[in-house]
């Protein structure tokens, strides 16, 4: 079927650390990427997307390159602040409206 | 701009009790519409979708439904709740179909007890 897998939490960082989290799917044909961002007591918010092999999404520093070849979708950023402490979530959209979500990471930046 | 609005933000409701959430979306008109729940530490699970008035599709079977009696509504409702029910409920709305991304409102946080 179509999903989506992400690297386990939580993940504990100092402030200005490197970040990576890990995200592959499983999906038929070639679905759009997301990357969602879920802050303290929030709703969702659209971190960034890639609609097609080797688009590159970016937003406030975060990057996620569309790698066909490992079905992957790796969320990185060079600099992390305490702000970014949030919940992330890889997802892919399938069937046009259907959207597949990851578990979920729980990334602390401690300052 | 687009604004969806969710309430309210936080109910705690007994077991058997009815349930009914509001989402409203702004400034767009016949968006698709969606209700997604999330349990403690997880993911995010599809329930309904709408593409229209009066049109739902159910993703899971379960203790709820969902309606839309206007354009730009979407309300989540139970006749009797379950424990299982707790969780984080989320509206999302998305402009058409084919892969466009979906917008989500702040959520409710629904505890049964």
């Known amino acids: 079927g179509n999903s989506v897998t992400q690297m386990e939490g939580p993940v504990t960082l100092s402030e200005e650390a490197f970040l990576t989290i890990n995200c592959t799917y499983t999906?038929?044909?070639?679905?759009?990427l997301f990357w969602y961002v879920q802050y303290p007591g929030e709703g969702l918010q659209l971190l960034l997307k890639?609609?097609?092999?080797?688009d590159k999404g970016s937003n406030k520093g975060f990057e996620a390159t569309y790698r066909k070849e490992t079905t992957s979708f790796h969320l990185e950023k060079g600099s992390v602040q305490v702000s970014d402490s949030a919940v992330y979530f890889c997802a892919l959209i399938y069937n046009d409206y259907k959207l597949s979500f990851g578990a979920g990471t729980t990334v602390t930046v401690r300052a | 701009s687009q604004t969806i609005h969710q309430w309210p933000a936080t109910l705690v409701q007994p077991v058997g009790s009815p349930l009914s959430l509001e989402c409203t979306v702004e400034?767009?008109?016949?968006?698709?519409l969606y209700w997604y729940r999330q349990a403690a530490g997880r993911g995010l699970q599809l329930l309904f979708y709408s593409v229209g008035i009066g049109q739902i599709s159910s993703e899971v079977p379960q203790n709820l439904s969902a309606s839309r009696p206007q354009d730009r509504q979407f309300i989540l409702s139970s006749k009797k709740l379950l424990l299982s029910d707790s969780g984080f409920y989320l509206c999302a709305w998305s402009e058409d179909l084919g892969e466009k991304e979906q917008y989500f409102g702040p959520g409710t946080r629904l505890t049964v007890t």
């Open positions: 890639a609609t097609k092999a080797d």
């Open positions: 400034g767009t008109s016949n968006p698709n």
């Open positions: 999906a038929t044909g070639y679905p759009s």
